[in-house]
């Protein structure tokens, strides 16, 4: 889109330009991890809303 050419993004961002065609996947076969770290202070590592939150995006990520 807007001519940016060939890029590998993360397929979550792209899923609905893809559905809507805006975007055409041109390499189905080649994928790349992607890593996703949670990082907090020591004084939040403990917290329920912080563990609750990391639990939710390892569910979904």
Not at 31 to 44: E, K
Request: charged share 15%.
């Amino acid at each position: 889109m807007d001519g940016h050419g060939i890029i590998l993004p993360s397929a979550w961002a792209v899923e609905s330009s893809l559905a809507q065609g805006k975007l055409v996947r041109i390499l189905p076969a080649y994928q790349q991890a992607a890593d996703v770290w949670a990082v907090t202070t020591s004084r939040l590592s403990n917290s329920a809303k912080v563990r609750d939150c990391v639990q939710f995006m390892q569910q979904w990520l």
